[in-house]
């Protein structure tokens, strides 16, 4: 019998993120000692790491950047001189027509991109300038995992179960050929794929011995996915801009015309002819296989009205800390992790939503708050508004906007009186 030492038996789950390959071997096995003991018997642990074969390539920028900023210890003064030895290290790249050049002006390209986003500095810091980051291969987290009776299920996004082969005719025949088992295959596919991270789910090694192994229809229709696919030319581009087979178009203009509600495979496979529900099987897998949002529940998308509808309490709160703070800790988000950088005056006018105000009245306490706080409003080209009638106009289509957003992020609830 397993003995759990934390009251109630232990934590339904557990989250280490971005931590694990930037800690030494001692505090890697105090981690998953940590999770061996105070996981629930049943709970599921999260742990992301950075790996090998794709780290191996990127380690050649980041041991740049620790040369480059070796004489400073403040992290600010480090990531300047690393970003601007960086500029160079590119410009010299550029006049050597390698492939080893080549691809590390790919990773240098990675890096700067960063340096344009709004916490691009705090990840350029952690992944290139850490005194520790050490990755790995899978087959070496894997065969750790055994050393405290813990079980690799699979990676976070269902990439492994869901495409659990490279599409490769000759590599997929040649794992058949050598009886490559899960972990092996794993790391096989890491090899072809150049993988560089992975957020992997572990569970209690009894939990995964006794687990039902095979997902089909049943278990897909559990699942309600959300999603949204723009039309690039003649390539649909989903909300991850991953690149999507033109064989669904039908299924993700289903998606379109639903969104931000979510759909399960029951209700697409009620909708359509029975000859073409295979196909539709074969789409809803694709899309869930390529970073779509899926929910063990239906999201139902609920728009704005006055009596009916309000933000809800706990999101009211939570807004109220990113509009009282010039500094905040974190992003705001919502439960399924889609993020919003909003501003303070969206912030200020998200709140206004409260069930009780007209769109006209939000629209004229924003009005109030931009001309109380000397705030210019400015068009998308970044013109300025000028003159009353423009700026009416403006303002009611901006609440409007805000309301649009608070409700794809599933902000609002029903009021029941």
């Given at each position: 019998?397993?003995?759990?030492?934390?009251?109630?038996?232990?934590?339904?789950?557990?989250?280490?993120?971005?931590?694990?390959?930037?800690?030494?071997?001692?505090?890697?096995?105090?981690?998953?000692?940590?999770?061996?003991?105070?996981?629930?018997?049943?709970?599921?642990?999260?742990?992301?790491?950075?790996?090998?074969?794709?780290?191996?390539?990127?380690?050649?920028?980041?041991?740049?950047?620790?040369?480059?900023?070796?004489?400073?210890?403040?992290?600010?003064?480090?990531?300047?001189?690393?970003?601007?030895?960086?500029?160079?290290?590119?410009?010299?790249?550029?006049?050597?027509?390698?492939?080893?050049?080549?691809?590390?002006?790919?990773w240098i390209d990675h890096v700067l991109y960063y340096t344009k986003t709004k916490h691009g500095s705090s990840y350029i810091i952690h992944e290139y300038l850490e005194a520790i980051n050490e990755p790995f291969y899978f087959t070496n987290f894997a065969q750790n995992l055994q050393k405290y009776n813990l079980e690799y299920l699979s990676d976070s996004d269902l990439n492994d179960i869901l495409q659990a082969q490279t599409g490769n005719e000759q590599a997929d025949e040649y794992a058949k050929q050598n009886n490559l088992d899960r972990i092996e295959q794993e790391q096989f596919i890491d090899f072809c794929t150049q993988r560089t991270f992975r957020q992997s789910l572990i569970v209690?090694?009894?939990?995964?011995?006794?687990?039902?192994?095979?997902?089909?229809?049943?278990?897909?229709?559990?699942?309600?996915?959300?999603?949204?696919?723009?039309?690039?030319?003649?390539?649909?581009?989903?909300?991850?801009?991953?690149?999507m087979s033109d064989t669904y178009a039908w299924l993700y203009e289903m998606f379109n015309e639903n969104f931000p509600k979510s759909m399960s495979l029951a209700e697409i496979l009620n909708s359509i002819p029975s000859q073409n529900k295979l196909a539709a099987y074969l789409g809803f897998i694709h899309i869930l296989s390529n970073h779509s949002?899926?929910?063990?529940?239906?999201?139902?998308?609920?728009?704005?009205?006055?009596?009916k509808t309000r933000l809800k309490p706990a999101v009211k709160e939570y807004l109220k800390y990113f509009l009282h703070n010039e500094n905040p800790l974190i992003i705001p988000a919502n439960e399924y992790n889609y993020t919003w950088h909003a501003t303070k005056l969206e912030f200020y006018t998200a709140l206004k939503f409260d069930g009780k105000n007209s769109m006209l009245d939000i629209k004229n306490s924003v009005e109030k708050y931009i001309k109380t706080n000397k705030i210019q409003p400015k068009t998308q080209d970044d013109k300025e508004i000028k003159g009353a009638k423009a700026l009416n106009e403006y303002l009611i289509n901006y609440v409007f906007d805000i309301e649009n957003k608070l409700a794809q992020m599933y902000f609002f609830e029903k009021i029941y009186i």
């Open positions: 019998m397993k003995f759990y030492p934390v009251m109630g038996g232990g934590f339904d789950y557990i989250i280490c993120h971005g931590v694990y390959s930037w800690v030494p071997k001692n505090v890697q096995d105090a981690i998953l000692n940590t999770i061996k003991n105070h996981m629930s018997p049943n709970g599921i642990a999260f742990v992301s790491y950075n790996t090998y074969p794709g780290w191996k390539y990127i380690e050649v920028i980041k041991d740049f950047m620790f040369f480059a900023s070796r004489k400073f210890q403040d992290p600010a003064q480090k990531l300047k001189a690393s970003l601007d030895a960086l500029q160079t290290y590119k410009a010299t790249l550029q006049n050597l027509d390698t492939l080893e050049g080549k691809m590390c002006l790919k209690h090694q009894d939990v995964y011995n006794n687990a039902k192994r095979d997902i089909g229809v049943n278990e897909v229709s559990k699942l309600y996915l959300i999603d949204y696919f723009k039309k690039d030319k003649a390539t649909y581009l989903n909300l991850e801009n991953r690149q949002t899926f929910m063990p529940k239906p999201y139902e998308c609920i728009r704005y009205e006055v009596g």
